[in-house]
């Protein structure tokens, strides 16, 4: 085949980024590389743990791709001298330019105890489908007076609000159903996104429910045992009814492999172009990528899926790439009918992508309830523009 872009990846980042080049240049050839046949979005997962959506609504096809090329396989290494990328067949492809955007995965070597199969007994349910229904069933089978513990990883991980999110909804489904049953964050940071957002609406909402133990009081698993669902900390041993478990994660493996990642386990690259500071001609978006201040979100992975389109149709080009803004805004969801979010814009600056002073903020600490519900229905409409954007 006649060289063009190929994308790998089809989630937030990558889907979005293949349709933004063909809409860009309709004369490019764009290559989707995706092995799944569906895609489970994770952004309102967490409302699929407390049974109030359906995993149905996190589902979405790729049958609306026109004329980009789909291939469903996956990529398993990739030849950046030659320019080539090899499919799980072994058939093998070349690119003029190549985006990768594989997301995160999770670090099975990095907890002691936390394996793959440590995951099917205290799941982690950070990749939304199987973990996440089988996070809700075990929250749907454990009795009233159980107690659930979340355990959250340190920087940077995808989706900074994400488990205190899953903290509330799961609050919300224990306080409805199970109310004599607890919830305890063991947290390996001292500090999270939304803080006192949350920590406000937990007092107002879900009072004595939730316990949050930060690093400094010994908050921070060491190690695991799924046998007899014990997390260890420095500071003693929490056994679990319910273990969710999210370790620490890095860039997708094709990333590690195509030589993209550094020692960090993520991708560093150019803030303008996304190019990767380790490969030429390879591009890194999504949450595979150092995003200097950008939090790891499918805001973000969408936002730069379109910078990086626009910069890499204008390279194939051989014109210059121009300067982007980007904005990202995550909506969390404290129960049903209340909400809150984080917004901000970034630049290039300093080589990184740097926060715009000013620009951005929380939803106000002291606000009426009519505040959080249209926050709420704000977060539902987001989810509804960016897949079907992504997607319909
Ligand atoms: P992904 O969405 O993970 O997509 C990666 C794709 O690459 C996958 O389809 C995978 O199959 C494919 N792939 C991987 N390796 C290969 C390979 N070798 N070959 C071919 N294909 C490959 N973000 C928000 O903005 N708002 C929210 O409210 C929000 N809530 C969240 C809640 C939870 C519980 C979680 C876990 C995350 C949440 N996020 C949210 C974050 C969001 O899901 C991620 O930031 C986003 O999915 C990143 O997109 P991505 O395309 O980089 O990665």
């Known amino acids: ?44 997962s967490n409302a699929v743990l407390a049974g109030l959506r359906g995993i149905e609504a996190q589902t979405f096809g790729y ?22 990328v090899r499919l799980e067949d072994g058939a093998d492809i070349g690119y003029t330019r190549l985006v990768l955007a594989p997301g995160v995965d999770l670090r099975f070597d990095a907890l002691p105890g936390y394996d793959e199969a440590a995951a099917a007994i205290m799941p982690h349910a950070w990749k939304a489908g199987a973990q996440t229904l089988l996070l809700r069933d075990q929250l749907a089978a454990m009795p009233d007076g159980g107690v659930v513990i979340l355990s959250a990883p340190p920087n940077p991980f995808r989706c900074p609000p994400g488990p205190y999110e899953r903290a509330s909804l799961i609050a919300h489904y224990l ?17 999270f996104s939304k803080q006192r957002l949350f920590e406000a609406a937990w007092q107002e909402i879900y009072p004595g429910l939730i316990e949050w133990v930060p690093l400094s009081s010994g908050g921070r698993v060491t190690e695991v045992d ?26 997708g ?23 990767s500071r380790l490969q030429p001609a390879i591009h890194v978006i999504g949450d595979a990528a150092i995003g200097g201040a ?14 990086c389109a626009a910069a890499v149709a204008a390279l194939v080009r051989e014109r210059p790439p121009v300067q982007p803004k980007l904005i990202n805004t995550c909506y969390s969801l404290v129960a049903p009918g209340y909400g809150i979010s984080i917004a901000g814009v970034y630049q290039p600056r300093d080589g990184l992508l740097a926060e715009v002073e000013g620009a951005g903020g929380t939803s106000p600490l ?26 319909g």
């Not at 980042?13 to 046949?37: F, Q």
């Not at 004329?67 to 320019?83: F, G, T, Y």
């Not at 109310?179 to 500090?191: E, M, Q, V, W």
């Open 1 to 44: 085949t006649q060289p063009g872009v190929i994308v790998v990846g089809g989630g937030f980042a990558g889907a979005s980024c293949a349709r933004a080049l063909k809409r860009l240049d309709r004369d490019l050839a764009v290559t989707l590389i995706e092995p799944e046949a569906a895609y489970l979005a994770c952004p309102f």
């Open 63 to 84: 049958d609306q791709f026109g004329d980009v090329a789909l291939i469903r396989k996956r990529a398993v290494a990739v030849d950046a001298e030659r320019r080539r």
């Open 175 to 191: 306080k409805t159903s199970k109310p004599r049953s607890k919830l305890i964050i063991l947290d390996a940071k001292d500090a």
């Open 226 to 251: 799924p046998a007899t669902r014990t997390l260890v900390t420095e500071f003693g041993d929490h056994k679990a009814d319910v273990a969710n478990v999210i370790p620490p994660q890095r860039a």
């Open 253 to 275: 493996g094709i990333a590690q492999s195509a030589g993209v990642a550094d020692q960090t386990g993520w991708c560093p690259i150019d803030p303008v172009t996304f190019e």
């Open 294 to 307: 950008m939090p790891k979100s499918a805001f973000s992975a969408n936002a730069q899926a379109k910078a």
């Open 366 to 391: 002291e606000a009426p309830r009519s505040v959080r519900e249209l926050e709420a229905a704000y977060a539902e409409d987001w989810f509804r523009t960016i897949t079907s954007e992504v997607f």
